[in-house]
């Protein structure tokens, strides 16, 4: 009873801290610029259309230029599928999770919304609604996105890695260039979204829901599955001590263990708030 007390009450600081409120509007921001750089980048305005290298590299700097303006401020996970491996790795409460994921569709909402108003009819298309392939069928499409997201939030996790001492080059940087590479591979699969909410926005705004599905149930798993592995296995401090105390224990809170851990055991973790 003492521990769902003590949740209801961190739960009930967060939404009534004015610095909550703040990194929500960072997580909508944040999301309204990502899907507006992208929809606009994919639009054809003639012969020839946009390339995979220039839709690669537009999403993958769109992407590091966020995450150093916003990074200290929510986090900058302008992705559900970053925000919900955070929630199971417990470094961001329930209501957290939830409020960032709503307003990460907002903003993927609001920016669809405007990148419509401002293209020409004509050369709006689908607005950068992410499609299959004809010829890739629903399941080999939700492979590819479980795949390409496990890197994405996979990079994300080890960049957040405070333990880690190898590193000294730029976070937001390594995280661009993973989902450049992701879609350099998969654009022609899936469109390459790696993000539900990405996807959302532009799907309301035009009205195309064929196989959606695939682009919340892809990236939800495969940021899941990556966040699991990277901060139980490959971690800094990963050890059996931690992967016991997160499996088995529900009072495990990611912060409280690295504060009571003596020394790294061998191989990060990840900042609740800030970690890019």
Known sequence: MC????AMATWIDDLQSPLFWRAVTAEALGTFLLVFFCTGSGTNWGDPPPSIV???????????SILWCLADVSGAHINPAVTLPMFLARRISLARALVYVFAQCVGALAAAGVAKIVTPEKYRGTLGVNMLHPEVTP???????????????FTVFATCDTKRTDLKGSGPLAVGLAVTMAHLVAIKYTGSSMNPARTFGPAVVQGIWKDHWV??????????????????????????????AYFLT??????????????PLALGIVEAETCI
């Open 3 to 6: 521990r769902r007390v003590c």
């Open 54 to 64: 220039h839709l690669s590299l537009t999403s993958g700097l769109a992407v590091a």
């Open 139 to 153: 399941g080999a499409g939700l492979v590819v996105e479980v795949m390409i997201t496990f890197v994405l939030v």
């Open 215 to 244: 682009y919340w149930c892809g990236p939800l798993l495969g940021g899941s599955l990556a966040g699991l592995l990277y901060d139980n296995v490959y971690a800094a401090n990963a050890s059996v001590v931690k992967a016991k």
């Open 250 to 263: 529900r009072s495990y809170d990611a912060g409280e263990f690295e504060k009571n851990q003596e020394k």
